[in-house]
T-cell receptor
């Protein structure tokens, strides 16, 4: 019940295209859903986060879509650029949620080709 | 403002040895969390410290321990190292406890156990 399932494992998108990464969770106690971006040799960096009281949040080219009833959320990267090539992790957390701080998905390696 | 710093960045140890990793949080941040990142298991929460007290602990054996000092700096220790402890150890700091406080990750310490 503490898992966050992320797909796909890897993704190749052409420059200018839309990159879409999906995550699903089981535990309805989760109420905070961040996305992290990680470049090789670096720690994860917070990209964007959403709470279940909204269905969508947009920051620049990055959008989170949230479907509470389906317990799914996704990251959309519009006009994908080569500099977006990185590994993306979804995560989830919630108040008084056991002993976990953040539960992470398994990651998606995104490659943007020219 | 300086980010989260971790020392050392790389470490090679032998099975059976012990190791201590250090983390300096962002100035003003009082919560420090530790994560282990491996290709097989992904990002897994180790423990969280706030005001020199361990608040949460993940599902790791007792060989993994940590502490936090009065200046919020934190150390984690792994005793009796095993080959499977080879991983990137990430430290993250946040202003306060609770999922609404964003976590900022350091670059990690790459530990190799031979």
């Amino acid at each position: 019940q503490q898992q966050v399932k992320q797909s796909p494992q890897s993704l190749i998108v052409q420059k200018g295209g839309i990159s879409i990464i999906n995550c699903a969770y089981e535990n309805t106690a989760f109420d905070y859903f961040p996305w992290y971006q990680q470049f090789p040799g670096k720690g994860p960096a917070l990209l964007i986060a959403i709470r279940p009281d909204v269905s969508e949040k947009k920051e620049g080219r990055f959008t989170i879509s949230f479907n509470k009833s389906a317990k799914q959320f996704s990251l959309h990267i519009m006009d994908s650029q080569p500099g977006d090539s990185a590994t993306y992790f979804c995560a989830a957390s919630g108040p008084n949620f056991g002993n976990e701080k953040l539960t992470f998905g398994t990651g998606t390696r995104l490659t943007i080709i020219p | 403002k300086a980010g989260v710093t971790q020392t050392p960045r790389y470490l090679i140890k032998t099975r059976g040895q012990q190791v201590t990793l250090s983390c300096s949080p962002i100035s003003g941040h009082r919560s420090v969390s530790w994560y282990q990142q491996t290709p097989g298991q992904g990002l897994q929460f180790l423990f969280e410290y706030f005001s020199e007290t361990q608040r949460n602990k993940g599902n790791f054996p007792g060989r993994f321990s940590g502490r936090q000092f009065s200046n919020s700096r934190s150390e984690m220790n792994v005793s009796t190292l095993e080959l499977g402890d080879s991983a990137l150890y990430l430290c993250a700091s946040s202003l306060d406890v609770g999922p609404s406080y964003e976590q900022y990750f350091g670059p990690g310490t790459r530990l190799t156990v031979t």
